[in-house]
């Protein structure tokens, strides 16, 4: 029984069978692995809330005098103390990113993303043990490395998996847990910011261990992705996998008719890459060359941090202040939430609307807020309510970022990559919104600082500006690929550009076009079948 309406695009007869119907079950198997956004919102979020507690500057921080409004008791890191123990996490998930995608091709995604559920508890107990910088920061650098594994090597799992009808819809449940990640790590931060002993920090901290074990122990039971065993060449192994996920017998027409178009487009593919990091550079600006797809997924994931979303989510509470509205963390807590909220109509617009009428409509929604704010701000700096308009605004701001760029930045990058590359592909534009994310975090305190900037709401003409950035490379470079397989849209990329490519259908499937090579190799048993290329690409292996 079909738990979702497939897309119709490319609803041709043979082509709607490229995959079986979606089940109940393979649907919540997906669903799960959505699960690990948690650990990238939590882990990116709680250090906010735990930085400001009074007792974790006596502990963490030491006395003199100091003429400042963050000291508590005279407790006070220094400026690069305090620096380095927000941002060594992202240097540690931006290097964890990259090295995550040979990882990921060599040992597989599941089991590269356990590694990075294990490696991420390591550096959760250098941070519980930690009573001062020099352990908490390699704790965060460690734990860093793990949330970069997890955060690329998802979005790759989860795409691989998924059914194409609802792939877009599922990856967005990704970017619906990392909301809530950052939401329970400001709600528990919150609940112990007022303790005057470890447990301040030790129980946020804590917590953390709870998301590794339910995601690692959980992906215990879940099948690793087909296509990783189709590029293996261990194709008894990718039949079993689909068989679990898709919910039916391993020798159903809808197993068998999958895997061949996963073996068909994989071997087609290995004619035109290979998978070195190297060959992710190749393929000049033709619209399906390597190149072009690397760089259109690490631009797409910088473009989301030039959005400007984190100068809400880290720097909110202060930006208030300095505009003038009293209660800021109240403020920080409802544009948390406006974020949970807004990103399940995500799930449903991604499938209906396209990734691609989510990403300009979206930029296009958050440009105007943001304009509106800078307008407001400049204009009526100290009245009430401007500063009313302005936190309104905010709000709406969140609401197009949560339900457009927020999930569709994941999903784009887990679908453009040919298999060859894909793992890479992923690594690499993952650890670009890791970079960008570090950069903005470094630079706003000087946009904001009386002593440098003193932008105050005048800011937004820049993210304003970076914005409307975002639509432009949303309208001339980012490709329809709603409701087609992963193998068809490489299809897509060749024979369309990104303006026409929403109006692409499918004509054939990779199985059609070896279909006598498929029948006989899928009348022997699986593993008898295919010589595909192994890992480097180096050799042909055929499975006897
Ligand atoms: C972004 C993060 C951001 C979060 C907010 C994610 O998609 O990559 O940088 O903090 O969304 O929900």
């Known amino acids: 029984m079909p738990f979702w309406p497939s897309s119709n695009r490319g609803a041709g007869v043979q082509l709607g069978r490229v995959e079986a119907p979606v089940t109940v079950r393979g649907y919540l198997m997906c669903v799960f692995a959505a699960f690990g956004g ?31 409004d963050d000291a508590s008791d005279g407790y006070f890191y220094e400026t690069w103390q305090k620096s380095l123990i927000v941002s060594i996490l992202s240097a540690g998930t931006f290097f964890g990113a990259l090295a995550a995608g040979p990882i990921a091709d060599w040992i597989g995604r599941r089991t590269t993303i356990i590694a990075g559920c294990i490696v991420f508890s390591l550096g959760v107990a250098l941070q519980f043990a930690s009573t001062t910088v020099a352990l908490l920061v390699p704790g965060r650098l460690i734990a860093g490395i793990g949330v970069g594994f997890v955060s690329a090597i998802i979005i790759l799992y989860m795409s691989e998996i998924a059914p194409k009808a609802v792939r877009g819809a599922i990856v967005s449940g990704y970017q619906f847990f990392i909301t809530i990640g950052l939401l329970l790590a400001a709600v528990v931060d919150n609940a112990t910011q007022n303790q005057f002993d470890k447990g301040a920090y030790r129980i946020p901290i804590a917590i953390q261990w709870v998301w590794a074990v339910v995601l690692g122990g959980g992906l215990l039971l879940l099948p690793e992705s087909p296509r990783y065993w189709v590029k293996k060449g261990q194709l008894a192994k990718a039949t079993k996998a689909l068989a679990t996920l898709r919910g039916h017998p391993v020798d159903s027409s809808y197993v068998r008719e999958e895997l061949a178009e996963l073996v068909g487009n994989y071997r087609y593919e290995l004619k035109h890459t290979q998978s070195s990091w190297l060959d992710c550079f190749r393929g000049g600006w033709t619209p399906s060359g390597n190149l072009r797809r690397v760089v259109l997924g690490m631009a797409l994931q910088m473009m989301q941090q030039w959005t400007g979303v984190n100068f809400i989510f880290y720097y909110g509470t202060t930006f208030f202040k300095t505009v003038g509205i009293q209660n800021a963390f109240l403020i920080s807590m409802i544009t948390t939430a406006v974020n949970v909220c807004s990103t399940p109509i995500s799930f449903w617009a991604i499938e209906k609307a396209g990734r691609r009428a989510l990403l300009i409509y979206g930029a296009v929604g958050m440009a105007i807020c943001e304009f509106l704010i800078a307008i407001i701000g400049t204009a009526a700096p100290d009245s009430r ?64 600082d009386e002593k440098y900037g003193n932008l ?55 199985a059609d076009s070896s279909i006598l090579e498929r029948d006989s190799a899928l009348k022997d048993s699986p593993a008898k079948t295919v010589g595909v290329r192994d890992d480097e690409g180096s050799e042909q292996k055929e499975k006897v």
């Open 385 to 448: 309510a401007a500063s009313l308009c302005m936190i309104v605004f905010t709000c709406i701001y969140i609401f197009f970022f949560a339900s457009t760029w927020g999930p569709a930045a994941w999903v784009v990058i887990g679908e453009i990559f040919p298999l060859p590359i894909r793992a890479k592909g992923v690594a690499l534009s993952t650890a670009s919104n890791w970079f960008w994310n570090f950069i903005i975090g470094f630079i706003t305190p000087y946009l904001l």
């Open 38 to 68: 948690i650990l990238f919102g939590y882990d990116s979020g709680y250090i906010n809330g735990v930085i400001g507690m009074s007792y974790f500057k006596h502990e963490f921080g030491h006395s003199g005098w100091v003429n400042n």
């Open 456 to 510: 105050k709401a005048k800011v937004f003409w820049i993210w304003g500006c970076t914005c409307t950035c975002c639509v432009l490379f949303a309208y001339f470079l980012v490709p329809e690929t709603r409701g087609l397989s992963l193998e068809q849209i490489d299809k897509m990329l060749e024979e369309s550009s990104p303006r026409n490519s929403t109006k692409w259908m499918p004509t054939a499937t990779f």
